[in-house]
């Protein structure tokens, strides 16, 4: 069902990737660094369409959607210069902290991990303890989860698949360049973002838009101290 949903809307998908394109070849270092499955790469697809200011209803943000108290369990410092969620190396490390986290928590299962990474861990567990309770199977498949859950992990398989063999749904993803979109550079301390950008030779609007995090005038006083450029 999510596979034929992307294959009918070919327009989703060329935006999905156009709006991703400055991201995948870090992200895909990430976890392939990690020996972690590839797929992986394609969750900010689900989580925010690959957009860095994504905001939910649940007051999730950034690429991966962190929650503010699951960012600062992950090490995501927010402040009101800086909001470590939308930071697109720091949230990505964070996510693939948490993931792997999951994945052992629920014992190599990669798809109950990604599950609690949707609802939460707390979620999943229960479903799973009351699945046993009742003598039942356990696979997510067979699980009570939210709705958003069951179609949540069935999404990502499915742009996984896509991705490995778009012709087959009809599809045509644009290859992106295996190659740094950025660079992050220290600092050395606060900057204004303006001047930034005139030292890397870029405009304001482009600085801001490689650094959701900072959303300031300037980068925070107390640090981090680095910028993508």
């Avoid at 992986?40 to 108290?69: C, D, H, K, N």
């Avoid at 410092?77 to 930071?87: E, H, N």
């Avoid at 009351?130 to 069951?150: N, Y």
């Avoid at 220290?186 to 959303?215: D, F, K, R």
Wanted: charged content about 20%; aromatic content about 14%; proline content about 6%.
């Amino acid at each position: 069902k999510e596979a034929d949903w992307f294959a009918r809307n070919p327009q989703y998908i060329e935006r999905v990737f156009t709006r991703a394109a400055p991201y995948p070849h870090y992200i895909v270092g990430a976890v392939e660094s990690r020996g972690l499955p590839l797929e992986l790469a394609l969750l900010p697809i689900v989580e925010s369409a690959f957009q860095p200011y994504a905001y939910s209803s649940a007051r999730a943000t950034g690429l991966w959607q962190f929650m503010a108290a699951t960012g600062g369990r992950f090490g995501l410092k927010q402040d009101w210069w800086y909001d470590g969620r939308r930071d697109v190396v720091a949230a990505t490390q964070a996510a693939l902290d948490y993931l792997t986290y999951l994945h052992g928590l629920f014992d190599g299962n990669w798809l109950h991990a990604i599950a609690a990474y949707n609802c939460g861990e707390g979620n999943v567990s229960r479903a799973i303890r009351r699945a046993r309770a009742a003598g039942k199977r356990i696979d997510f498949w067979s699980l009570k989860l939210p709705a958003e859950t069951r179609g949540y992990v069935p999404r990502l398989l499915a742009m996984g698949r896509i991705v490995a063999d778009p012709e087959r749904y009809g599809l045509s993803i644009e290859g992106i360049p295996d190659e740094p979109y950025f660079l992050r550079v220290e600092t050395g301390g606060q900057i204004s973002m303006e001047v930034a950008a005139e030292l890397a030779g870029i405009t304001t609007e482009e600085m801001y838009a490689l650094n959701p995090a900072y959303h300031r005038w300037a980068t925070d006083p107390t640090g981090p101290h680095f910028l993508l450029v």
